[in-house]
């Protein structure tokens, strides 16, 4: 069974950094792109990064492109998501999710973490 | 403000059908797949539909998804009052360098 495991959300003052985590397995987490989408408090979905699956590649959604960095560790079957410069409308559950493909597209996000929540508040 | 357009909301009675619209561009539904998500009051999204109009292994056939030029549509049949739940389009678009999903529509089954 496919499982993904976020961490490391919370409370965080604005300007700060923040390091999620998530734990894959129940599959081959070498052979597959990651993203983290994050979805505001009754809002919708919003995609924020992606990662290829031997780091090669990684993309940023403008509003976190500088502040944000994605990165993973396959012997650990880790993704991580490094956020600095922490603004209020950055507040969301973010979501760590599995791609069909290896690369940085979005050939379908097949399988989603349950979130975890980040606010930023003073 | 989205770069794929849905309408907010639409409803259907029980057993009935329903149609989801997703519009954008060429730089991302004209040129790249379209997957649609199914999000439950609480949950996380769900994959229903992949490579515009694949359904993933346990996706009831109720579901299907088509595309044509630069717009995409859910189809849903035989409406259930467990179907009720948001529901996202999303791919890649090629001029961003960048996912992105539709706003989401509501769907109440009546």
């Known amino acids: 069974e496919v499982q993904l495991v976020e961490s490391g959300g919370g409370l965080v003052q604005p300007g700060r950094p923040l390091r999620l985590s998530c734990t894959a397995s129940?599959?081959?987490?070498?052979?597959?792109?990651m993203h983290w989408v994050r979805q505001a408090p009754g809002k919708g979905l919003e995609w924020v990064s992606v990662i290829s699956w031997n780091s090669g590649s990684v993309v940023y959604a403008d509003s976190v492109r500088g502040r944000f960095t994605i990165s993973r560790d396959n012997a650990k079957n880790s993704l991580y998501l490094q956020m600095n410069s922490l603004r209020p409308e950055d507040t969301a559950f973010y979501y760590c999710?599995?791609?069909?493909?290896?690369?940085?597209?979005?050939?379908?996000?097949?399988?989603w973490g349950q979130g975890t929540l980040v606010t930023v508040s003073s | 403000q989205s770069v794929l357009t849905q309408p907010p909301s639409v409803s259907a009675a029980p057993g009935q059908k329903v149609t989801i619209s997703c519009s954008g561009s060429s730089s991302n539904i004209g040129n790249n797949y379209v997957s649609w998500y199914q999000q439950l009051p609480g949950t996380a999204p769900k994959l229903l539909i992949y490579?515009?109009?694949k359904r993933p292994s346990g996706i009831p056939d109720r579901f299907s998804g088509s595309e044509s030029g630069t717009s995409a549509t859910l189809g849903i049949t035989g409406l259930q009052t467990g179907d009720e739940a948001d529901y996202y389009c999303g791919t890649w678009d090629s001029s961003l360098n960048a996912g992105v999903f539709g706003g989401g529509t509501k769907l109440t089954v009546l």
């Open positions: 129940g599959f081959s987490f070498d052979y597959y792109g």
């Open positions: 999710v599995k791609d069909r493909g290896m690369g940085t597209a979005m050939a379908g996000l097949t399988y």
């Open positions: 490579d515009n109009n």
